[in-house]
């Protein structure tokens, strides 16, 4: 049984709609986010779950009873909101505690609790403090203890993290991680940013044109996207997009001619998109039977272990990781480089949907840890053994050498 579950669930603002005909559900024990770009209804949708909002249709049920028409107060949720909201008068930890005091619970319980959580969180020497002797940073992780702290099993993290800079993100991903991975419930997040998604998602949906266009783990979303807007949505830096055309099985690209595994084959020539990932391009010397093209740099972005290359190919602006490892071209140079056919997302360029067909695990796996330019599922700011985690379902067939 779902956590929480939304039936057909639509609402406008006079004539403008943002949710319309929504299905979906969270499942326990879950980090569950719901990605999707600016302004597409995500703070909207968590406002109907909490009951802040009334659809104008549908309903919504928490551990299975419908709750449409009941209160925010009878609905039992943790909240994170994207504005710090403190109480400016109240310490931090009455902050935190004030949860617990709506709840009244007794003082001994209330400073075990707050004290354990601040603990895990690292701020236990603000307790004494007011909000504004607080860095934004602070604030943050007192509203994330705040909206943690309450009995219940679902929470509500609506884009919390926004405005807050690289480095405070970044630990506050594996504090997250860390603390919500003993919770029992189901943990519900939004954001637009794709590098939140990666770095904590279990499962993901993706938010567009009004509707969830896409549902699933984060690994098969990511590998095998169905939808076009979910591969532009889900990536750092961004996928690559080139226009194809496809006959058959055979795919005319601005690289050459190549086979598709396709899920249904197409009889006359169809103009397609092709979307790859950054990760796809090779150097030409590594990957022989790759399709191959010259490409000219246009900028560098080291960063670090690896730089990311936006090159000019075939009339198209691609970007590419290169290993550190050998010197990268530099700007205005050219160079060789080739894409596995494997690696191409086909899709309809008027209705968006995927047209190649599913691939195994142990090959998108091969393909993800080629030894150039790009190693592996990690990205700027996820750390190696987070990235390598997620692909943790395909080490069987690796390790084994099946296809």
């Known amino acids: 049984m779902f956590e929480i579950e939304l039936q057909n669930i639509s609402k406008s603002y006079g004539s403008t709609t943002v949710v319309d005909g929504l299905n979906l559900g969270f499942e326990s024990s879950r980090f569950s986010v719901v990605l999707g770009s600016p302004v597409s209804g995500k703070s909207v949708l968590m406002r109907l779950i909490m009951g802040l909002e009334s659809p104008d249709q549908g309903r919504i049920l928490f551990h299975g009873r419908d709750v449409t028409n009941e209160p925010a107060g009878s609905r039992n949720f943790g909240y994170v909101p994207q504005s710090f909201a403190l109480y400016p008068h109240y310490r931090v930890f009455d902050n935190i505690a004030y949860p617990l005091a709506l709840a009244k619970k007794n003082k001994a319980t209330i400073q075990e609790q707050v004290q354990a959580l601040a603990h895990k969180l690292k701020i236990d020497q603000l307790l004494p403090k007011y909000p504004n002797q607080l860095s934004g940073g602070e604030k943050q992780r007192v509203a994330l203890a705040r909206g943690m702290i309450k009995d219940s099993s679902v929470f509500i993290l609506d884009d919390p993290l926004v405005g807050l800079d690289f480095k405070l993100r970044e630990q506050l991903f594996v504090d997250l991680r860390e603390m919500l991975s003993e919770i029992e419930g189901s943990v519900i997040y939004t954001t637009s940013d794709p590098l939140e998604t990666l770095a904590l998602a279990d499962q993901v949906f993706v938010l567009d044109d009004k509707r969830i266009i896409e549902s699933g783990s984060i690994d098969q979303v990511y590998d095998e996207p169905q939808q076009i807007r979910s591969l532009q949505l889900l990536g750092v830096p961004a996928a690559n997009f080139v226009s194809g055309e496809l006959a058959g099985r055979i795919c005319q690209t601005?690289?050459?001619?190549?086979?598709?595994?396709?899920?249904?084959?197409?009889?006359?020539?169809?103009?397609?998109?092709?979307?790859?990932?950054?990760?796809?391009?090779?150097?030409?010397?590594?990957?022989?039977?790759?399709?191959?093209?010259?490409?000219?740099?246009?900028?560098?972005?080291?960063?670090?272990?690896?730089?990311?290359?936006?090159?000019?190919?075939?009339?198209?602006?691609?970007?590419?990781?290169?290993?550190?490892?050998?010197?990268?071209?530099?700007?205005?140079?050219?160079?060789?480089?080739?894409?596995?056919?494997?690696?191409?997302?086909v899709f309809d360029p008027k209705t968006g949907t995927r047209l190649t067909r599913s691939k195994d695990c142990a090959l998108r796996q091969n393909q993800t840890t080629h030894s150039a330019p790009a190693g592996s599922r990690s990205r700027p700011g996820m750390s190696a053994s987070a990235a390598l985690g997620r692909s943790s379902e395909c080490e069987g067939d690796l390790a084994t050498g099946t296809s």
């Open 254 to 345: 601005p690289f050459g001619p190549c086979e598709i595994e396709v899920a249904e084959e197409i009889a006359t020539a169809t103009p397609v998109q092709l979307g790859f990932r950054p990760e796809a391009i090779r150097l030409e010397k590594s990957a022989p039977p790759f399709l191959s093209a010259d490409g000219r740099v246009l900028l560098q972005e080291d960063l670090g272990a690896e730089t990311l290359l936006y090159f000019e190919s075939a009339s198209s602006r691609l970007v590419a990781y290169w290993s550190n490892a050998e010197p990268a071209p530099i700007t205005g140079e050219r160079f060789r480089f080739g894409i596995d056919p494997r690696s191409f997302h």
